[in-house]
């Protein structure tokens, strides 16, 4: 996505107000962006169920970020519920955020484990 139109979207977005981050083309340009994959376990949403957007801090606890753009994501059913409102001051408890974290500094794979690196 163009940043122009990511730009027009999000005026758009904040237009609109409350709950704006279901409608339809937002929804669109979120999955277009993540290729119809989830930004936490990177499941093809479209294999797994519906999509649902992300909000990477809580709208509960960041209210003035809910309809922030660079506070939304794309994340498959399983872990928008897993993660739910979840959030930690606690850098080490912190969930990664994917667009923004260097994810592979802070995991390692080992076989089938992901671990801390720290
Ligand atoms: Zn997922």
Redesign the pocket.
């Known amino acids: 996505m163009l940043e122009r139109d990511r730009e027009q979207l999000a005026a758009a977005f904040r237009r609109r107000g409350k709950s704006s981050w279901r409608h339809t083309e937002i929804v669109r340009a979120l999955q277009r962006d993540a290729e119809n994959k989830?930004m936490?376990?990177?499941?093809f949403i479209d294999d797994?169920s519906y999509g649902a957007v992300e909000h990477i801090l809580p709208k509960s606890r960041f209210e003035h970020l809910a309809l922030e753009w660079s506070n939304l994501g794309y994340?498959?059913p399983?872990?928008n519920t897993n993660k739910g409102a979840y959030w930690s001051e606690d850098d080490e408890l912190r969930v990664l955020d994917p667009y923004t974290d260097e994810i592979e500094s802070a995991l390692m794979i080992v076989g089938p484990v992901v671990l801390p690196r720290s």
């Open positions: 989830c936490y376990c990177e499941s797994v994340c498959c399983r872990c």
